[in-house]
């Protein structure tokens, strides 16, 4: 009769021994020796982001995050229904700090260049060509430092009415 009783106090005392001892052992190693504790997740290799413009006057997508030297594919689409010469929509990726009202005003006097302003070339990354309705353009660029990278669309008037977005590079 003692060994059933004291089996039961046995056993419970073998699993809490066995427990303590893994928890210490896992608690003292340390943090990039343990399997569990590696390291963060690393950004895709080409980050691929679409987006579409409308004949609304509005991108899809107005902010995208990466990180500093990532590829970034972005794929613009024109899902609109009216003709490019009345609601033609491209994606123009800046240099941090271009002053996008500036840079808009210049674009309007660029129509023989489809609203790509020569003399603000060095504040442009890259940019689609200006698409139609249904039509698609893509860019690749790799962005090495942190910061905002603006992007608008250089149509006439669509930064105004807000088709403009900021690329987050950290």
Known sequence: MKIQSILPLFASALLLAGCGKSDTASSSAPAAATPSAAAAPT???????????????????????AKVGQEIKIILTNAGSMPKAAMGHNLVVLQKGTDLKTFSDAAVAAAATEYIPASMADKIIAHTKLLGAKQSDEITIKLTEAGEYPFLCSFPAHYLVGMKGVIVVQ
Request: aromatic residues 4%.
């Open 43 to 65: 950004a895709p290799a080409v980050l691929t982001i679409e987006i579409t413009a409308n004949d609304s006057m509005k991108y899809s997508l107005t902010k995208i995050e």
